[in-house]
């Protein structure tokens, strides 16, 4: 974002902090079977593909014998640090009143927005965070949410990323910690976790207690009442100051896709 913002008569940048991971053959940042594979191919191996395209052009005749390099991703749009649309939550919104939107009906308006950081990176893995807890963190932050700010919530899985036990790490925010921001104007919300909600392993013992339906994926299924959009794997959120940042976050256009990916960037003004 190429902008320059006047401070003490002086023209200065604004600092970027990457808030993205990479799409890599790591196999720990998803559930198994899950994570994303790249298979590349060097500009050695590609010279005679680019040289097809010229008659009698022969790879050597190439500077120093190379083609391009070239790769081959498969991959979820659930992969990476995504955005999910609310269709990824539900087929309806707004108690039932209309299609949920999806990725490509994002509102742009929505992604280039004031942050504000939650640090729950004390909590225990599978807390499920409350209203309360999430009105306490902001008391502490002195921050008053305003609508269509960006909550970035930062828990203990950011630290682990990659590493096994990455997708059981971290608190979850329910259903209620999400309507008690989308009551109040949030649309667009960001974890570092593998999940908004609690990781499934954790849910899935409370589950075994009392076979609860309501805990199962209760912060998406909260898309169904009022719409909202949803990063996770979320990267360097402890590089952030708690407020007084602004978060850039276009999802890729999918045609009705329940999410994209986005290079989600926080942007400093200093």
Same mark, same amino acid.
């Given at each position: 974002?190429?902008?320059?913002?006047?401070?003490?008569?002086?023209?200065?940048?604004?600092?970027?902090?990457?808030?993205?991971?990479?799409?890599?053959?790591?196999?720990?940042?998803?559930?198994?079977?899950?994570?994303?594979?790249?298979?590349?191919?060097?500009?050695?191996?590609?010279?005679?593909?680019?040289?097809?395209?010229?008659?009698?052009?022969?790879?050597?005749?190439?500077?120093?014998?190379?083609?391009?390099?070239?790769?081959?991703?498969?991959?979820?749009?659930?992969?990476?640090?995504?955005?999910?649309?609310?269709?990824?939550?539900?087929?309806?919104?707004?108690?039932?009143?209309?299609?949920?939107?999806?990725?490509?009906?994002?509102?742009?308006?929505?992604?280039?927005?004031?942050?504000?950081?939650?640090?729950?990176?004390?909590?225990?893995? +599978?807390?499920? %965070? $409350?209203?309360?807890? *999430?009105?306490?963190?902001? !008391?502490?932050? #002195?921050?008053?949410?305003?609508?269509?700010?960006?909550?970035?919530?930062?828990?203990?899985?950011?630290?682990?990323?990659?590493?096994?036990?990455?997708?059981?790490?971290?608190?979850?925010?329910?259903?209620?910690?999400?309507?008690?921001?989308?009551?109040?104007?949030?649309?667009?919300?960001?974890?570092?976790?593998?999940?908004?909600?609690?990781?499934?392993?954790?849910?899935?013992?409370?589950?075994?207690?009392?076979?609860?339906?309501?805990?199962?994926?209760?912060?998406?299924?909260?898309?169904?009442?009022?719409?909202?959009?949803?990063?996770?794997?979320?990267?360097?959120?402890?590089?952030?100051?708690?407020? +007084?940042?602004? %978060? $850039?976050?276009?999802? *890729?256009?999918?045609?009705? !896709?329940?999410? #994209?990916?986005?290079?989600?960037?926080?942007?400093?003004?200093?």
């Amino acid at each position: 974002m190429a902008r320059k913002i006047q401070q003490t008569g002086k023209d200065e940048m604004p600092r970027f902090v990457d808030l993205s991971v990479y799409i890599d053959n790591n196999e720990h940042s998803d559930h198994p079977g899950g994570s994303p594979k790249v298979s590349y191919k060097t500009h050695k191996e590609t010279a005679g593909a680019l040289a097809h395209f010229f008659p009698g052009l022969e790879p050597q005749d190439l500077p120093d014998g190379e083609g391009w390099a070239v790769e081959t991703v498969t991959l979820s749009t659930h992969n990476g640090t995504h955005m999910d649309a609310p269709w990824h939550f539900h087929s309806t919104t707004d108690n039932g009143a209309r299609k949920a939107p999806s990725i490509d009906e994002t509102p742009l308006d929505y992604c280039l927005r004031p942050g504000v950081k939650l640090d729950f990176r004390h909590l225990a893995d +599978g807390h499920l %965070v $409350s209203a309360a807890e *999430v009105e306490a963190e902001l !008391a502490r932050i #002195g921050h008053e949410l305003q609508p269509l700010d960006i909550v970035l919530v930062n828990t203990r899985a950011g630290s682990v990323f990659a590493q096994p036990g990455y997708v059981d790490a971290g608190c979850g925010m329910g259903r209620e910690a999400t309507m008690y921001l989308t009551e109040r104007g949030v649309r667009v919300v960001g974890t570092d976790g593998w999940s908004w909600d609690a990781p499934f392993n954790h849910t899935a013992k409370r589950w075994a207690e009392d076979h609860d339906p309501s805990i199962v994926w209760e912060g998406h299924k909260a898309g169904r009442e009022i719409p909202y959009w949803q990063m996770e794997k979320l990267s360097n959120l402890e590089a952030l100051p708690d407020h +007084g940042f602004t %978060v $850039s976050c276009f999802p *890729v256009k999918i045609r009705d !896709a329940s999410a #994209g990916w986005t290079r989600c960037v926080a942007i400093l003004d200093e």
